[in-house]
């Protein structure tokens, strides 16, 4: 690993292709959510779903008796009923909300239907209404734009404002790079995408804090070297540090991943992707911003002092 | 044996004593070992249960909301434990929310609809005018035994009457009597504008003892509603926006699979740390096993709530333990290549990078607060647990590591050629 750590590997000077690779991203994404939208699970639309483990092997016969014993006990088609679980023995039934004597007699006509027994507890059923969809989505936002608030300021306060600008742009990416998966592979966008989201917010901004830090020292050691060179300095230093980490969080995220079960996967797959962007926006992004930013500010320093 | 070496051995036993309290537990102080049975909280992903949210329905919030919610809470902590569920929580959100929380329910729809219905009772004339209402009764009971003349005999519910309410009865049945030619001499009793039973009335009645009866009443349902009745009706009706229930079998393999995902993550860490820092990296994997006993015991001893989410929390906090050991010895190893001895590069190496660390994980614990207030649900569980993994991780990874580092270089292990 010595390559690592005596890297003089030119970032800043690859910046146009690590800006374009993030504009095709950011462009993909966009793509992506106008024409596939997102996957929105109840937490955000409102909705009940069953998932019920039928003990048999749930094929498309059992999918179709299923759906219209749905439609003769309450009256609604289901928006979707689907085969789930590892075993494949679990059906999922997906519809506009359903109040709760439906509910009851929904579960009590699948349970008698598959003879699954009178004391059957092994089911989820998942009712999210109109009004408290409202409250999830706000408070979504309101956290997210809270957090990245008092991040900045953070910043701001520890580092400089142009410091906190990269951060906070490098965030948005992470952010954006995760929705847009959320929206390619059509993931259901639940409550849980709100935790990975500042999972996320808090975890990849310690990447680009972490190179900051050491532009911070090397601005204060050699202030007569340009923020390109310094911001490059900086990245090679640190590089080993963000493989390493990376390595090591991802280690423990994709074992989750790969022996959890159904629900922590669907936790464990946009960190997994979020870590990753975030060691692109940290390493690639956040310092040839800086640089960036810095440099645009300088010259407008020298514009002013011109015309004095 | 000189200071260093005891150092470095009161350390090491610092941790062992860790590892030996979250696994086995202090039983002086009645702490379990986190494997026993009951010592983790488990949230109702892996416990199984149901989450229901109610809602005030109201057309205008009232000013004095805060009080009728309070009192909605009591009845509902009341009509919890009628119903046998002892563990249950109710907490208020916002202004016109509660949130229920059930553990090991069998039967979550019979819960969402017993624990949400407002218990309005009513006695009605074929009119449909009110003659007496729940706050007339003054105590109600469960009964078995004959209630009628013909010697039918099972479970009612007896309510005795206020005075005034006797009073307003005799009357009531007095008009009522008469009207026996037309049919309509009965007397309804309506609860939550649900007919239960229509008895005829034949005479006046002056008794302050009344019964309500319904064939087929079960004794559940007969204690329910004695119940309900004396602790009065709610305040406005809720309605319920919000279940996630889940059966006991689903969550039960998630605790274990978890578990085991997190062991290896961390042997996988461990021998990675080792390989590439060598003495330094057995140093942070002592650090990192005193980490996680840390945590365990915070788990058991405040009782976190542990959900799924919280799970990945705690291993995600785990990655961050190690970030911080990674940037102190790249910081070490750096210096070292500047020529420096490995005591003064450890002193720098740990100096340069705190600022860095503790930059970083404020950050995170920003982020875990935030996520802490706003949450609901589940993800409150995370972030608790997000917020405890940073904390603790700090103190390892920093303290704790400084601690047993300091004592290592001036050991037999002096030698740079250990460390890189």
């Known amino acids: ?308 | 044996m000189n200071k260093n070496t005891a150092k470095l051995i009161l350390g090491i036993s610092f941790v062992v004593a860790l590892i030996c309290i979250a696994v086995f537990g202090l039983t002086y102080l009645g702490l379990p070992g986190i494997f026993d049975e009951g010592a983790i909280r488990k949230g109702l992903d892996l416990s199984g249960g149901s989450l229901i949210v109610y809602e005030a329905q109201l057309d205008e919030i009232p000013e004095n909301i805060d009080s009728e919610m309070d009192a909605v809470i009591v009845m509902l902590r009341n009509r919890l434990t009628t119903l046998g569920y002892t563990e249950a929580v109710v907490t208020k959100i916002g202004q016109t929310k509660v949130q229920v929380e059930i553990p090991d329910i069998t039967n979550p729809e019979e819960a969402v609809q017993k624990l949400g219905s407002t218990a309005k009772l009513e006695f009605r004339d074929y009119e449909g005018t009110v003659i007496l209402t729940g706050s007339d009764i003054v105590g109600a009971n469960a009964v078995y035994g004959e209630y009628d003349n013909s010697g039918t005999a099972g479970y009612y519910v007896s309510l005795q009457l206020s005075e005034a309410a006797t009073e307003k009865f005799a009357e009531a049945t007095d008009r009522v009597k008469d009207l026996s030619s037309s049919g309509n001499n009965y007397i309804a009793i309506y609860l939550d504008d649900e007919l239960q039973t229509s008895p005829s009335v034949t005479q006046k009645l002056t008794t302050a003892n009344l019964s309500i009866t319904k064939s087929g009443f079960t004794a559940d349902e007969v204690k329910w509603l004695a119940s309900v009745i004396s602790a009065g009706a709610l305040p406005f009706a809720l309605k319920d926006i919000q279940l996630e229930s889940i059966g006991p079998e689903l969550g039960e393999s998630a605790l274990e699979t978890s578990f085991l995902a997190a062991v290896i993550g961390l042997a996988i860490v461990i021998v990675f740390m080792i390989i590439f820092y060598k003495a330094f990296g057995v140093v942070s994997a002592i650090s990192l096993a005193a980490y996680t006993a840390i945590v365990c015991i915070i788990i058991v001893t405040f009782k976190v709530n542990l959900s799924l989410p919280g799970i990945a929390g705690v291993v995600l906090s785990i990655g961050m333990a190690v970030d911080a050991n990674i940037v102190i010895f790249e910081r070490i190893q750096e210096e070292l290549g500047l020529g420096k001895s490995l005591s003064a590069a450890v002193k720098a190496g740990f100096s340069r990078a705190f600022a860095a660390v503790l930059d970083s994980n404020i950050t995170t614990l920003i982020a875990a607060v935030v996520l802490w207030i706003f949450g609901t649900g589940f993800i409150t569980g995370f972030a608790i647990t997000l917020f405890i993994g940073v904390i603790v991780s700090l103190f390892t990874a920093v303290f704790l590591t400084r601690f047993l580092l300091n004592a290592v270089i001036r050991t037999k292990l002096s030698d740079t050629k250990y460390y890189v």
């Not at chain 1, 690590?18 to 596939?36: E, M, P, Q, T």
């Open chain 1, 1 to 308: 690993m010595t390559i690592l750590k005596n890297m003089h590997f030119d970032f800043i000077k690859r910046r146009k292709i690590f800006f374009i690779i993030s504009a095709v991203v950011f462009l993909i994404g966009i793509i992506s959510l106008i024409v596939f939208g997102l996957n929105l699970d109840a937490d955000f639309v409102g909705g009940t779903s069953f998932t019920m483990n039928l003990s048999r092997p749930v094929d498309q016969t059992v999918i179709n008796d299923v759906r219209n014993l749905v439609k003769d006990t309450i009256g609604i088609d289901a928006s979707s009923v689907q085969s789930a679980g590892s075993n494949g023995t679990t059906v999922m039934i997906k519809t506009a909300e359903v109040d709760t004597e439906n509910r009851d007699k929904l579960v009590k006509a699948i349970v008698e239907k598959y003879e699954l027994g009178s004391s059957y507890t092994d089911y989820q059923v998942s009712n999210v209404g109109a009004s408290m969809t409202k409250d999830i989505t706000r408070s979504l936002f309101l956290a997210t734009i809270i957090a990245v608030v008092l991040m900045l300021a953070y910043i701001w306060i520890r580092f400089d404002l142009r410091s906190g600008t990269a951060a906070v742009i490098c965030l948005i990416h992470d952010l954006f790079v995760m929705l847009t998966v959320y929206s390619l592979f059509h993931i259901s966008v639940d409550s849980n995408l709100i935790a990975a989201f500042l999972t996320i917010l808090g975890y990849s901004i310690n990447g680009t804090i972490i190179v900051f830090d050491r532009i911070r020292e090397n601005k204060a050691k050699t202030p007569d070297k340009s923020f390109d060179e310094i911001a490059n300095v900086s990245i090679n230093q640190t590089f080993r540090r963000s493989i390493y980490t990376t390595f090591t969080t991802l280690i423990t995220i994709v074992m989750i991943y790969i022996l959890g079960v159904a629900s922590i996967k669907n936790f464990a797959f946009p960190l997994i992707v979020g870590i990753l962007a975030g060691f692109y926006s940290s390493t690639c992004l956040a310092s040839a911003i800086w640089a960036f930013l810095n440099n645009i500010g300088g010259k407008k320093k020298e514009k002013i002092a011109e015309k004095k």
